[in-house]
């Protein structure tokens, strides 16, 4: 679609608060949300043209929307790919993928630490249609390579994970892939284009989970796939004309928005992050802290490397405890004594959200397969946002001082 002409070789920052399609014959500053599922066509020739793609034109919300264009056009710009497709919700992304690249028979190489719905997507819904998959340790490349198969298409990774922040190695995945004529892809939905581009690094697909960092407020579901115009117009597009798996305008604009604030919020909510975790790396209640930015993260020097040397907004912290049970209890406490921060499962929000993942996120889990995963009973995961660190803190100690 039409983009609103700019000069070339701008830096993301100005590309995140200009890149749009072009403004209406109003001249609205700040872009406009366009609510409508169907479009006047200024005749039937043209569109005849429209329908049968000779030329550029919108003709039906299910195929596309000005409002959802201009937040592809900006995120691809900010990611560095060459277009993007923006879908309902972070899972729709991932679901509209494998729909588009994999067919019955082939087999996808994908890390044990993904998000658990991915996990569930691949290794149980595709299997039913002939789709094979193998899981591999997150950061044992040797895995990765031992597990490549001639039919294997694609390898899936997400970096830093959920909840433990494990750090894959972006551009020795794309190696492994590209060495098999398959494709990586890469959930960026922890670091976020302003701090990761997994594009440079050599990946194929960037998936995003838009209800997350790049929303920024905790408002509304979004997803989108970056990557090449061959990639998402050509085997994407067509998929999600016929599935309907669209981004709603008005998401849109709100996640457009969103990305124009990005950069400051993920190194304002990083920079707390930071303090935090080296905080509460002293306090005699935890007996761990999981954060890359770290000296003590084991991927600490790759995550600087990969990730503009920002370890994100994302910690995890486990308490000591001598049991399952009596971590279980601590973790409750703690978290059931927060009067200011939200105990709430999502992440991205200016507000600060605390989770227990044993419990919630991974709490269909088996004990054994948790304690594989290291998602123990004492674990928490902080996804800290703007309040003043002082005050998050404090209400931090509500509960760890009580233990
Ligand atoms: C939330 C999340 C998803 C799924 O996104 P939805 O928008 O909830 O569908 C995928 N990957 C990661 C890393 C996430 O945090």
Not at 6 to 26: K, M, N
Not at 222 to 244: F, Q, R
């Amino acid at each position: 679609m039409a983009h609103h002409s700019l000069p070339s070789g701008l830096h993301p920052d100005t590309l995140a608060q200009r890149v749009a399609v072009e403004p209406s014959q109003y001249g609205e500053n700040s872009e406009a949300l366009y609510l409508t599922s169907g479009y006047l066509q200024p005749s039937a020739e043209v569109a005849a043209r429209r329908f049968g793609g000779q030329e550029e034109g919108y003709t039906y919300g299910r195929s596309g929307n000005p409002t959802v264009s201009s937040f592809e056009m900006r995120l691809a710009a900010m990611e560095g790919t060459q277009a993007a497709l923006a879908t309902a919700s972070g899972m729709s992304a991932v679901m509209l993928m494998l729909f588009s690249l994999l067919k019955s028979g082939d087999h996808v190489l994908y890390s044990q630490s993904m998000f658990g719905s991915t996990i569930k997507l691949i290794g149980s819904e595709f299997a039913r249609f002939g789709v094979e998959s193998t899981m591999v340790a997150q950061t044992d490349l040797a895995a990765w390579k031992a597990a490549m198969r001639p039919n294997t298409k694609l390898l899936f990774a997400e970096t830093p994970t959920n909840p433990l922040t494990e750090v894959c190695d972006i551009q020795a995945l794309a190696d492994i892939a590209h060495n098999a004529g398959a494709l990586l892809a890469v959930d960026n939905c922890f670091a976020t284009p302003a701090l990761q581009r997994p594009m440079d690094m050599g990946a194929d697909i960037v998936m995003h989970s838009g209800t997350k960092y790049l929303d920024g407020q905790g408002r509304v579901m979004a997803g989108a796939l970056c990557a090449s115009e061959d990639l998402i117009t050509g085997k994407c597009l067509p998929v999600m004309k016929n599935s309907g798996m669209v981004l709603s305008p008005f998401n849109a604009w709100v996640v457009l928005k969103g990305l124009e604030t990005l950069d400051i919020r993920m190194r304002a909510q990083s920079a707390r992050a930071h303090e935090l975790a080296l905080w509460l790396e002293q306090h005699p209640a935890v007996s761990r802290v999981y954060y890359p930015g770290l000296a003590s993260h084991p991927q600490h020097a790759l995550a600087m490397r990969q990730m503009s040397n920002i370890g994100g907004a994302v910690l995890s912290f486990d308490l000591k405890a001598t049991d399952a049970a009596a971590a279980r209890s601590r973790a409750f406490h703690v978290l059931d004594s927060l009067q200011v921060l939200s105990l709430c499962t999502n992440l991205g929000d200016t507000k600060s959200l605390l989770t227990h993942p044993a419990s919630t996120s991974h709490g269909k889990l088996s004990e054994d397969q948790r304690q594989a995963a290291g998602i123990g009973q004492g674990l928490i995961r902080f996804a800290v946002g703007l309040e003043h660190v002082g005050d998050m803190q404090a209400d931090l100690l509500r509960g760890l001082d009580t233990l």
